[in-house]
């Protein structure tokens, strides 16, 4: 028997695109799927969108609480032994789930693995735009080191539901990057992904004020994601019981880096230090991440100043010629 296939799409005043990605999943060429809408809490008109779409979908709508729990919640409602994740401003190719689905039956691995695709990036109005390549683990790459610089989109994956519930589901506590979170404790409780070529939906990429990926560093305070961090790291020791290898430690320190520019651009200096000096203890040598001329300036000066000249050299460049 065809295994069933749960297509969950969390929803926050998404009216502009809910409907082209609602219609994305019933179209696809694979039939034996069930979509599940989870509305957290929308204002505009996406329950009308919603409901529109009658019994082809199951839904539900409560108070806002975040995309991590919605997503958690269609686990939950799913009855599917395999799901899929789409954003609510995404779009499944037509053949995503029948494609995914036949690339598990390929599946060498005496262990537990699942199976990812490529993301096509898409502007607002649905042009192609220049995104990240994925690529498959190479022989002898550490999978957490590979998982953690090449993670999927949150809809490259097809799930099984199975392996989600083992690990409890996405982390609620993360205002961003939850699907980077849930590939890092799905490979360290033994999931292998497995990489096949080959785009399997849209993912669009856009400047809007509600959405979590376009807010500040600091909007759930400066400390934040250095705890976020620190957990990580806690937790790849914990699980592995073995040190950081090589290059995981270069990942997670440029990761702190990243970070603390973001927060040292938000003003918060102090608090920066701390994240550049967790990364410098991590791999002093690899750390600094970032364009030229700015890991020259970091050595010749020191983080701060570096910021503070090349925003500068930013204005003049930006000033009208009078």
């Known amino acids: ?13 998404s009216q502009a695109f809910l409907k082209e990605a609602i219609a994305s999943a019933i179209a696809q060429s694979y039939s034996h ?10 204002t505009d008109s996406s329950i009308e969108i919603i409901r529109a779409f009658g019994d082809r979908i199951r839904w539900e709508t409560g108070k806002n609480r975040g995309a991590p729990l919605a997503r958690n919640r269609g686990i939950e409602l799913a009855k599917g032994e395999y799901i ?12 995503c789930i029948e494609k995914q689905l036949a690339q598990t039956t390929q599946l060498t691995s005496s262990g537990k693995a699942i199976v990812y695709g490529d993301a096509i990036w898409i502007n607002r109005e649905g042009e192609p735009i ?77 400047v809007d004020t509600q959405r979590i990926s ?26 592995t019981g ?15 880096w990243a970070y603390g520019r973001g927060i040292l651009r938000e003003g918060y200096i102090k608090e920066a230090k701390e994240y550049f000096a967790v990364a410098s203890s991590l ?30 050299i930013r204005k003049l460049l930006n000033s009208p010629v009078n």
């Open 214 to 239: 376009h807010h500040g560093y600091s909007s759930k305070g400066p400390m934040f994601y250095f705890s976020a961090l620190q957990k990580q790291k806690q937790l790849i020791e914990t699980q």
């Open 33 to 42: 799927t069930e979509i599940i809408v989870v509305d957290d809490g929308s």
């Open 1 to 13: 028997m065809s295994p069933l296939v749960s297509i969950i799409i969390p929803c926050y005043n």
């Open 130 to 206: 220049p995104g990240y390549p994925l690529r498959p683990r190479k022989s002898d790459e550490d999978a957490i080191a590979h998982i953690l610089a090449n993670s999927p989109l949150t809809s490259c994956p097809l799930h099984k539901r199975e392996y989600l519930l083992e690990i409890g589901g996405f982390d609620p506590s993360l205002p961003r990057g939850q699907e980077f979170d849930l590939h890092l404790r799905l490979v360290l409780a033994g999931i292998e992904f497995v990489y096949f070529p080959g785009a399997v939906y849209r993912y669009r990429e856009y």
């Open 84 to 95: 899929k994740f789409l954003d609510a401003d995404d779009v499944l190719l037509p053949d």
């Open 242 to 256: 073995k040190p950081l290898l090589a290059e995981v430690r270069k990942i997670l320190a440029q990761r702190f």
């Open 283 to 312: 791999d002093p040598k690899n750390c600094v991440t970032g364009n030229k001329p700015y890991p020259l300036l970091v050595k010749l000066i020191n983080p701060y100043w570096a910021e503070f000249t090349l925003s500068h």
